[in-house]
Each structure stands twice: as structure tokens, then as C-alpha cells.
């Protein structure tokens, strides 16, 4: 793990240029659909969402989405794919939960993949959830199980070596949701520092309101 923060804004441009990479956000689009009914009344928040790549999954199926994150340079690209699309229930919102930033509004469902383990702190991040989150609402974090550290071979911004289920389950509940599930979202291979490659997995924790 470093301090440093990563430079998102210079990943942007080649973000999605990786199949590996939409493939596995196409996983986890489709484990949050098997959990979570989505309807054309949904308002939805994608926290982290990069350059929109779950966003633009979900978009199809729900009312608006909104995707937060703390890189314009992301942020810029998915503002590129919402005008070649001509969408009007995509939006973006530039905001860093870690520089006091305040998640507004209110959402039927609320998304985030792949972005908790570059969030120094979780639990105020979840009771930013837990007040934006309409009643019956859903939350749904997609994030690597435990990984030894070598899922990143650039540890800038790596704040936790993925997560144990559990114990990531446990602050969920103490933030005020229940109903917690977690399954495995997708699964992939890749090559590991020292030679070899190795399977890592995702996994999609889901919980109400
Ligand atoms: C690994 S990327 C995942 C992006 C997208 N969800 C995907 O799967 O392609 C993590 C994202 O979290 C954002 N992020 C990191 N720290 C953040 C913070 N403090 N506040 C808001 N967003 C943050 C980054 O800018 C980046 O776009």
C-alpha cells in the first residue's frame, strides 16, 4: 500500500482499451441485475465510476444515473460517451469523498465497483450511503476479495488489499443497512509480480436499507 494518490486523470484516455477490464465490469453489472431488480423509476448513484464503464451498463434499464468521482480526466470521458449518445438520464458529478466532499440527493439503488479499496476510510463513506439511500433502497460494492497485495502491481492509492467479506459485511450493518448477500460477481486471471499468474475473485456485496 503507498499514500500516494493515484492518477486517475492519466489512466482515463486508455481506461477502457483493456477487454479484461470491461469484461469483468460487464460481470459485475450483471451479478448487481441478478440481485437487484432494475426498473425505469430507479434513480441511481455509480460511486467511483470512472469513465462510466458500470454506469453506462445500467443505464439502459433505470430512470438516471449519476457517476461520482474524484477524476475529471474519468469523468470527462464519460461526459464524451453521454453526448455521442445523446443520453439525457446519464450524469456526472465531480466529487472526493476524501476532501470533504458530500454525496447529495436521493437514490433507489446506489453502485460502486472496483473503488472501495482506493477509499483510505470506509465507514464514513458508507454512512454517506446510508443518507442518501432512499428506504428500501439498495446498496451494491463490487470489490476484490483479499488479495495478498498482488492484485496491484502500481500500489498508488491502494488502501486495502481487497477485503474479507465478513468484515466488510460487518461495517455495512453497522452503518444501518441489512439484508446483507454477498456472491462471487467474476473471477480473472492475471499475471503476478515474480512471474506466473494468478486468479483473483470479485465479489458483489449487496444490502438494503
Ligand atoms: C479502479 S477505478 C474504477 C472505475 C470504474 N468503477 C470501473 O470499474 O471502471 C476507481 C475509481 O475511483 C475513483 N476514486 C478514487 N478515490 C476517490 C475518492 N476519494 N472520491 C471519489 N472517487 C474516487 C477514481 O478516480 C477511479 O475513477
Known amino acids: 500500500m503507498n499514500g500516494e494518490k493515484r492518477n486517475f486523470d492519466k489512466a482515463a484516455a486508455s481506461w477502457d482499451a483493456k477487454p479484461e477490464r470491461v469484461r469483468l465490469v460487464k460481470d459485475i453489472a450483471q451479478a448487481i441485475a441478478g440481485e437487484v431488480t432494475l426498473t425505469p423509476s430507479m434513480d441511481v448513484l455509480d460511486f467511483g ?23 475529471q480526466g474519468m469523468l ?31 437514490y433507489n439503488l446506489i453502485v460502486s465497483g472496483m473503488t472501495f479499496h482506493h477509499i483510505r476510510e470506509i465507514k464514513p463513506l458508507l454512512n454517506q450511503f446510508s443518507n442518501i439511500l432512499l428506504p428500501a433502497g439498495h446498496l451494491c460494492i463490487a470489490d476484490l476479495d483479499a488479495d495478498d497485495g498482488q492484485f496491484h502491481e502500481n500500489k498508488d492509492g491502494v488502501f486495502h488489499s481487497g477485503f474479507d467479506r465478513e468484515k466488510l459485511a460487518g461495517l455495512i450493518r453497522e452503518a444501518g443497512f441489512r439484508d446483507i448477500r454477498c456472491r462471487t460477481a467474476a473471477k480473472l486471471t492475471k499475471p503476478v509480480h515474480g512471474g506466473g499468474s494468478r486468479e483473483f475473485t470479485v465479489f458483489l456485496l449487496t444490502s438494503c436499507r
Open 76 to 106: 470527462d470521458v464519460l461526459q464524451a460517451k453521454i453526448k455521442d449518445q445523446n443520453l439525457d438520464n446519464v450524469k456526472t458529478c465531480y466529487l472526493d469523498i476524501e476532501k470533504n466532499g458530500v454525496l447529495e440527493g436521493s
Open 49 to 71: 465510476c470512472g469513465t462510466g464503464l458500470l454506469t453506462m451498463q445500467l443505464q439502459p434499464f433505470v430512470h438516471c444515473i449519476t457517476g461520482v468521482d474524484s477524476s
